[in-house]
């Protein structure tokens, strides 16, 4: 059973850091793409950052393009999420999300695996 679980998530002030995990398990995720999205309230799901874990290739959303890293860790089956500069408009739900893609999907619909989520809140 492909289980995504997030962590990290929490209340912080802005200009402050986070880092969010996405721990993988129930199969081999070497040869998928690990996406994270955000979720504002009433809002559509957005990309946030990808990373092909076989390769290491990433991509990010140009509102989180300079601040936020996304990485990996095979050993730990595990994505990161690392945030900093943190805004008050980065408030979200954030997700995890897994599936198998030659590049790296923008759109929730490339992903077939979805983590429960982790509330992010930055206090101005």
């Known amino acids: 059973q492909v289980q995504l679980v997030e962590s990290g998530g929490g209340l912080v002030q802005a200009g402050d850091s986070l880092r969010l995990s996405c721990a993988a398990s129930?199969?081999?995720?070497?040869?998928?793409?690990i996406g994270w999205f955000r979720q504002h309230p009433g809002k559509e799901r957005d990309f946030v950052a990808g990373?092909?874990?076989?390769?290491?290739?990433?991509n990010y959303a140009d509102s989180v393009k300079d601040r936020f890293t996304i990485s990996s860790d095979s050993a730990k089956n595990t994505v990161y999420l690392q945030m900093n500069s943190l805004k008050p408009e980065d408030t979200a739900v954030y997700y995890c999300?897994?599936?198998?893609?030659?590049?790296?999907?923008?759109?929730?619909?490339?992903?077939?695996?979805w983590g429960q989520g982790t509330q992010v809140t930055i206090s101005s």
């Open positions: 129930g199969r081999t995720f070497s040869d998928d793409v």
């Open positions: 999300a897994a599936g198998l893609n030659y590049g790296i999907p923008i759109r929730i619909e490339g992903y077939r695996y």
């Open positions: 990373i092909k874990w076989s390769r290491g290739n990433t």
